[in-house]
C-alpha cells in the first residue's frame, strides 16, 4: 500500500518536473527578449558574454551553493539528533581536532579557485572589448530616456553623428500587436547579426546616473555623466531584446526602457539607408514593414 503510494508519488514528481522544464522551454522559445510570468532560470542568452554567464551560474555556481546547503543542512540535522540534551546528557570536552581544522580550511579554498578561474575568464570576455564592427553611443538623458548615436553612419562637419534619436517609452495607448507595456520604445535601436557592437555609454553631463542593459546580451553597463564608459556585445540570433535602466535613477527610473531589434545585414543597410534620408520613425516604420514581409516580426 505504502509502496503504492509512494510509486505514485514519484510518477507525479517525476511528471510535473518534466512539464515544469518543457513548459520553461517552451516559454523560453517562445519569449526570447524579455521576461514571462512564472518563468524559470534565466532569459536566454543571445551573446557569447551571456552564454558564458548562464553556463557559470547553471553548471557550476548553482550546483556548488546546492551541495553545500544541503551539506550544512545535514549537519544541523545530525547535531540536533546526536547532541541534544536528552540523547547525549554528558557532553564531551573536545575543543580541538586538527584535522577537521585543516579541512574546513582547505576545502572552501579549493571550491574558492575552481570559482575563481572560470570567473576571471568571464571577467575578461566582458571586459576585454574587442575591435568592433561598428559603434554606437548611448546617452542617459535626465528627463528619463536614451539617445543614441551611430557615428558609422555619416559625422556632421562638428563631428556629430548624422543618425542620433531619442527613445522614449511607448505610450500605452499606442501600443501595437508585438509591443508589451514598459518594454516597448517608440523608437527601437538596430544592429546587424553576428557582429561586435562596441557600445560608449555615458550621461548627460548635469543629468542623472543611468544603468543600460539587456539581460539576453548579459551586459549592464552605467551611464555616468561626464564618464565615457565601453562595453560590447555580438548578438547571434535576430529578434527583439528588451531591457530596462538598472540604475535607481529618479522618479521615472521604471519608463526608460531599451529596445534593440537584431537584424540581417540587408535589413540593418536598407534601415541605415532609411534613417540617413529620413527620420527615425519613417525608418522604423520601414524596418518593421520588411521584417514582417518577411515573417520575422511576431504577429500575436
Ligand atoms: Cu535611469
Not at 547532541?83 to 581544522?101: D, G, I, Q, R, Y
Not at 528627463?143 to 559625422?155: A, F, I, R
Not at 534601415?271 to 534620408?277: E, Q
Request: proline share 6%; charged share 20%.
Amino acid at each position: 500500500m505504502r509502496k503504492e503510494a509512494g510509486m505514485r508519488f514519484a510518477k507525479l514528481w517525476a511528471g510535473s518536473a518534466v512539464a515544469l522544464v518543457l513548459g520553461a522551454g517552451m516559454a523560453m522559445a517562445e519569449t526570447g527578449g524579455h521576461a514571462v510570468p512564472w518563468q524559470m532560470g534565466l532569459q536566454p542568452g543571445v551573446t557569447p558574454s551571456a552564454e558564458f554567464i548562464h553556463w557559470f551560474h547553471n553548471y557550476l555556481l548553482l550546483p556548488i551553493i546546492t551541495v553545500i546547503t544541503f551539506f550544512v543542512l545535514g549537519l544541523l540535522i545530525y547535531v540536533m539528533v546526536k547532541f541534544n540534551a536528552k540523547a547525549n546528557p554528558v557532553p564531551s570536552k573536545t575543543t580541538h581536532n586538527t584535522l577537521v581544522e585543516v579541512l574546513w580550511t582547505v576545502i572552501p579554498i579549493i571550491i574558492l579557485v575552481v570559482i575563481a578561474i572560470p570567473s576571471f575568464r568571464l571577467l575578461y570576455l566582458q571586459r576585454d572589448i574587442p575591435k568592433g564592427d561598428m559603434t554606437i553611443k548611448v546617452i542617459g538623458n535626465p528627463s528619463w530616456n536614451w539617445t543614441y548615436e551611430y557615428p558609422d553612419l555619416g559625422t556632421n562637419a562638428d563631428g556629430s553623428a548624422k543618425v542620433s534619436f531619442t527613445a522614449f517609452l511607448k505610450a500605452k495607448d499606442k501600443l501595437e500587436a508585438n509591443d508589451t507595456w514598459l518594454l516597448s520604445t517608440d523608437v527601437p535601436v538596430v544592429v546587424p547579426v553576428n557582429k561586435v557592437v562596441r557600445l560608449y555609454v555615458t550621461a548627460d553631463p548635469e543629468g542623472i546616473i543611468h544603468s543600460w542593459t539587456i539581460p539576453a546580451f548579459g551586459m549592464k553597463i552605467d551611464a555616468i555623466p561626464g564618464r565615457l564608459n565601453e562595453d560590447w556585445f555580438q548578438a547571434t540570433k535576430e529578434g527583439v531584446y528588451y531591457g530596462q535602466c538598472s540604475e535607481l535613477c529618479g522618479k521615472d527610473h521604471a519608463f526608460m526602457p531599451i529596445e534593440v531589434h537584431v537584424v540581417s545585414q540587408a535589413d540593418f543597410d536598407a534601415w541605415a539607408a532609411k534613417i540617413k534620408t529620413a527620420g527615425a520613425d519613417e525608418a522604423r516604420s520601414y524596418l518593421f514593414a520588411l521584417l514582417k514581409a518577411e515573417g520575422q516580426l511576431a504577429q500575436k
